[in-house]
C-alpha cells in the first residue's frame, strides 16, 4: 500500500509561482509512474504531468510550457513546479502513482485511470 501526502499548496496573485510536492509513505514509489492531476470546481479530473521511473516526461498543452514535473528517486518526493499561473489554474491538485506499464502512450500516461495510489490533494488557489 502506498499513501500518497501532497504538501505546498496555497493562495497567490496571477503571475507568481507555486511549488507543490508529493511523499510517499509505506513503500518506495522508484519503480512506478508518478502524476499530477488537478480537478477545479464542477469540472472533472485532468491529468497534468507525469513522469515514468525513468525520467522521462509528458504534458497537458495548456501547461507545457508553465509547469515542471520532476522526482527524486533517492528521496522519493515528486515536484510540481507551477510558473506564471493564472486564475483558471485554480483547483485542488493530487499527485498519482501507478505501474510505469511500457509502451503506454504519451496521452494515456495523462488518463487517471492507469494511477492506482492518490493523495488527498493540496489546494491551489490564483487570485487576478
Known amino acids: 500500500q502506498v499513501k500518497l501526502v501532497e504538501s505546498g499548496g496555497g493562495s497567490v496573485q496571477s503571475g507568481k509561482s507555486l511549488t507543490l510536492s508529493c511523499v510517499a509513505e509505506?513503500?518506495?514509489?522508484?519503480?512506478?509512474?508518478l502524476g499530477w492531476f488537478r480537478q477545479a470546481a464542477g469540472k472533472s479530473r485532468e491529468g497534468l504531468a507525469a513522469v515514468d521511473s525513468d525520467g522521462s516526461t509528458v504534458y497537458e498543452d495548456s501547461v507545457a510550457r508553465r509547469f515542471i514535473i520532476s522526482r527524486d528517486k533517492s528521496k522519493n518526493p515528486l515536484y510540481l513546479k507551477m510558473n506564471v499561473l493564472k486564475p483558471e489554474d485554480t483547483a485542488m491538485y493530487y499527485c498519482a502513482a501507478g505501474p510505469d506499464t511500457p509502451f503506454l502512450s504519451r496521452s494515456s500516461k495523462l488518463v487517471d485511470g492507469f494511477y492506482i495510489y492518490w493523495g488527498q490533494g493540496t489546494q491551489v488557489t490564483v487570485s487576478s
Open positions: 509505506g513503500h518506495p514509489t522508484s519503480d512506478y509512474r
